[in-house]
């Protein structure tokens, strides 16, 4: 069981536009940053997002984050067949003093 | 740019210590900045944070794991290791080392930009 949780699949099409959420406690999300990882199938894990809204150089503008209170997303726009991928969140957890990550969504591009 | 390569047995027997050593190139461990760190994959599961060492040697561990971790720095080899002992099933994983950034301002901040490719641990006699 993930301290963060996220849907554990998420799908769209070609061109649309998705949301993963990420759901946290004032522990972690709600007093820390929000990163997001990529991990495309047979990868290792890409940061894709850093202190909950920036992209690392590279990184499409077609990716985004927010945060709010205690909850994050990551939202993917026009959709392409290679952001098929596991998609994690990650933070700080102030209880638990350590990284804690959610459980991973598997996105599909139908 | 940097890479990092995880290398280490594939094969460990249960109650056995397990031992991964990841070598750094195109960026220097002594240089600083940078906090060098492990991270752990169960197949078909999520990501665990394992812990970190610092260049001059500082360490921080998962308090979950922190009874059976060692993380260790060779900075002449550009090399930092991990060792876990007692292993069991449970430890069957994709290992991965990866450098991370940190800092306090405004707000603590600590994420991994630069990862491995991943090594495959598994616990078995």
């Known amino acids: 069981q993930s301290v963060l949780t996220q849907p554990p699949s998420a799908s769209g099409t070609p061109g649309q536009r998705v949301t993963i959420s990420c759901s946290g406690s004032?522990?972690?999300?709600?007093?820390?940053?929000v990163y997001w990882y990529q991990q495309l199938p047979g990868t290792a894990p890409k940061l894709l997002i850093y202190r909950n809204n920036q992209r690392p150089s590279g990184v499409p503008d077609r990716f985004s984050g927010s945060k709010s209170g205690t909850s994050a997303s990551l939202a993917i726009s026009g959709l392409r067949s290679e952001d098929e991928a596991d998609y994690y969140c990650?933070?700080?957890?102030?209880?638990?003093?350590?990284?804690?990550f959610g459980g991973g969504t598997k996105l599909t591009v139908l | 740019q940097v890479q990092l390569q995880e290398s280490g047995p594939g094969l460990v027997k249960p109650s056995q210590t397990l031992s991964l050593t990841c070598t750094v190139s195109g960026g220097s461990i002594s240089s600083g900045g940078y906090y060098w760190s492990w991270i752990r994959q169960h197949p078909g599961k999520g990501l665990e944070w394992i812990g970190y060492?610092?260049?001059?040697?500082?360490?921080y561990y998962n308090p979950s794991l922190k009874s059976r971790i060692t993380i260790s720095v060779d900075t002449s080899k550009n090399q930092f290791s991990l060792k876990l002992s007692s292993v069991t099933a449970a430890d069957t994983a994709v290992y991965y080392c990866?450098?991370?950034?940190?800092?306090?301002?405004?707000?603590?901040?600590?994420?991994?930009?630069?990862w491995g490719k991943g090594t495959t641990v598994t616990v078995s006699s």
């Open positions: 004032s522990s972690n999300i709600g007093s820390n940053y």
């Open positions: 990650a933070t700080w957890d102030d209880s638990l003093r350590g990284v804690v």
């Open positions: 060492i610092y260049y001059s040697g500082t360490t």
């Open positions: 990866a450098r991370a950034v940190s800092g306090s301002y405004p707000l603590y901040y600590y994420y991994m930009d630069v």
